[in-house]
Nanobody, 116 residues
């Protein structure tokens, strides 16, 4: 019943910006940890950013200073604002929600392509 629905992916030029969003449906429970992962072709899935329900944030070193994660608990939605995008940011971005009470969930992913 719980689903994570991502949106906002697309094609953007280097140096551009994009915002992806993820909405949790099927529950009003506030997931303790929500985050964004990405997986580039032939690479392992990696954590991009995470945020707890109290606002604690963690970023991968490669995106610090460029990406901003935020969440709206009332909407059960997490956002990832991506600025100054680089070609190496190209990947499928996956939303993740974690709870030891109701489980861990993944979105289907949204493709972000950074290319001129």
């Amino acid at each position: 019943q719980v689903q994570l629905v991502e949106s906002g992916g697309g094609l953007v030029q280097p140096g551009g910006s994009l915002r992806v969003s993820c909405t949790v449906t099927g529950t009003t429970f506030s997931m303790p940890i929500m985050g964004w992962y990405r997986q580039a072709p032939e690479k392992e899935r990696e954590l991009v950013a995470s945020i707890t329900n109290s606002g604690a944030i963690n970023y991968a070193d490669s995106v610090k200073g460029r990406f901003t994660i935020s969440r709206d608990n009332a909407k059960n939605t997490v956002y990832l604002q991506m600025n100054n995008l680089k070609p190496e940011d190209t990947a499928v971005y996956y939303c993740n929600a974690e709870s030891r009470i109701i489980g861990n969930y993944w979105g289907k992913g949204t493709l972000v392509t950074v290319s001129s």
